[in-house]
């Protein structure tokens, strides 16, 4: 998925949209939101509300916000694209995104919902050592949020340009300074009631606004799907409808397209600020229920992509998209401005604004609680913590700390090809945490040598892979254009680490003699499946 980075000012140039009115609409979002989050930190006392809105959310409720978070700026604007320019090849990105769900609803939702308190160490240390897995669980998970937070930090500023018209690397770092102290007000002032209150709006908002231009397109076409394929077809040539025009060029971009596949249809059901989502819910049921939501949500979306995406190559015109300020990432603004002018055009501005703020909140309160709950409660202070207290304070320091960091590394990362920080978060989530997770749930014998050797093991080998890879050197479109240490030929390591990471965990399980792994196995097994001694909702 591609971030935004452009360097001339999309509204003025080339859609005659009005920045003014843009930050307007975004500026009436972030006011009534903090009036919600405000609303909701009335209840927010104790680490349950802190990290997992006191389990007072409904299924629905629950599946929407988890929509919102899952649908960040780079989905919304960089599918779009990806289908106006790629066709059939860009469309697939959307099938990925959507099949991920599955995993998340058959093999992780209810299982961690009834086996975790707040967080994935709370499942991983279940029967094992509790100290080093903890340690190891948490660093994972700040791995993982803090690439992702970067690249939505960095893709906020090329954003800026390409949407609001601002140009200079000044203006740029405020408004990224600016989404991240809105970010940590809502972190601080609501905990995790807050930010899913956010993501509610920010999903209902982004799913609205999609649908509108969605009927608006095929209204264009009498409400003919096949019409505005056609049409899209004669302007950008039959390849849009034919598989490879992206992936077909050679092996090895098939096969980066198989290794990109395989991280995001198994790294969603592995990322932590997902994961902890299903906390939220008083019980397995709705945590189930949720996810369902979910999927029917985040799938009616990326086929309002597909309509956005041709509609944008059949009205306005590939060429157009691809010379236009931002490239592919222009081709949803410049289609809301094709059809409803300045006033659509800063809805969807606001809209994606409005994404990149609740995706950074959620990912914030992740990375803070991961550290608060399971480092400085679990590990530094052996369980023995005030938890009206203590434990909500220094996860509270911790986001302001996370906050801040992101921030500084989106004002240095600002202009530079940041996307593969996407594609490193979704590769470590399915390299690292998915396994140790699916091995701690199913496999007896798995023990904490096992879980150790595949989150450190898997988090390694992703990192180092993906520092060699094409993404980062060796080609124009690179984080380093000018260097060239890309041995390793695909942009993606999924399809290499995954497999490895599971290995990992294998042989270290079986050639250690610890024997912890097995001893409450039957105990976790039972939680799991029927939910017996597991977190209750907490009444107010």
Do not use: C
Not at 91 to 111: H, Q, R
Not at 280 to 300: C, D, F, H, Q, Y
Not at 468 to 489: C, K
Not at 513 to 520: C, F, Q
Request: overall charge neutral; glycine content about 12%.
């Amino acid at each position: 998925m591609n971030l935004v980075h452009a360097s001339q000012p999309l509204a003025q140039t080339a859609t005659g949209g009005n920045p003014l009115l843009n930050i307007g609409i975004f500026a009436l979002f972030v006011v009534a939101t903090l009036f919600v989050v405000f609303r909701a930190s009335k209840n927010t006392k104790t680490a349950a509300d802190y990290y997992a809105a006191g389990r007072s959310f409904k299924g629905w409720q629950n599946g929407i916000a988890i929509s919102g978070d899952y649908l960040s700026a780079a989905s919304f604007l960089g599918i779009a694209g990806a289908i106006a320019v790629n066709g059939y090849d860009g469309f697939l990105y959307s099938i990925g995104f959507l099949v991920a769900w599955l995993v998340a609803l058959l093999l992780v939702a209810e299982l961690l919902r009834n086996t975790g308190k707040y967080t994935m160490g709370d499942v991983l240390s279940f029967r094992m050592q509790e100290r080093p897995v903890r340690t190891a669980a948490s660093v994972s998970t700040l791995a993982v949020s803090f690439f992702y937070l970067l690249a939505q930090m960095a893709g906020a500023g090329g954003l800026v340009a390409l949407l609001l018209g601002v140009t200079s690397s000044a203006a740029q770092s405020l408004v990224i300074a600016v989404v991240g102290a809105v970010m940590i007000a809502y972190v601080l002032i609501g905990g995790m009631k807050g930010t899913t209150w956010v993501q509610i709006i920010k999903a209902a908002l982004l799913i609205a606004g999609t649908f509108v231009m969605s009927v608006w397109v095929l209204g264009m076409y009498g409400f003919n799907l096949s019409g505005l394929l056609g049409h899209a077809a004669e302007v950008g040539g039959e390849s849009l409808l034919n598989p490879g025009a992206k992936y077909g060029e050679s092996s090895t971009s098939r096969l980066d397209f198989l290794s990109l596949g395989l991280a995001l249809v198994l790294g969603t059901a592995g990322l932590p600020h997902v994961l902890m989502r299903f906390y939220t819910v008083p019980t397995a049921k709705e945590a189930r229920r949720s996810v369902v939501w979910a999927i029917w949500l985040i799938g009616l979306f990326y086929l309002f992509t597909l309509v956005l995406g041709y509609g944008a190559g059949a009205l306005v015109g590939a060429d157009k998209i691809k010379n236009a300020p931002g490239a592919a990432n222009s081709a949803a603004p410049l289609l809301a401005s094709y059809l409803g002018g300045p006033l659509l055009l800063g809805f969807i501005s606001a809209v994606a604004f409005a994404t990149i703020l609740a995706v950074v909140a959620g990912l914030t309160i992740t990375a803070s609680a991961s550290f608060a709950h399971d480092i400085y409660a679990n590990v530094i202070k052996r369980g023995a913590v005030d938890d009206k207290n203590s434990e909500v304070r220094v996860a509270r320091i911790t986001a302001v700390v996370i906050g801040v960091l992101s921030i500084l590394g989106g004002i240095a990362a600002n202009g530079q090809n940041v996307a593969f920080l996407v594609a490193l978060a979704f590769a470590v989530a399915a390299s690292a945490n998915l396994p140790t997770l699916l091995y701690s749930l199913f496999w007896k014998r798995f023990n904490t040598t096992g879980a150790l050797s595949s989150m450190y093991g898997g988090l390694i080998i992703t990192v180092v892979l993906i520092v060699l890879s094409p993404a980062v050197s060796g080609n124009e479109d690179a984080m380093f254009p000018g260097l060239d240490f890309a041995v390793f030929p695909l942009q993606n390591p999924g399809l290499i680490s995954i497999p490895l990471s599971f290995l990992l965990g294998y042989l270290g399980t079986i050639f250690s003699k610890d024997e912890d792994g097995g001893e409450r196995y039957a105990e976790m097994e039972v939680r799991s499946l029927t939910g017996a001694g597991a977190e209750k909702e907490v009444s107010h």
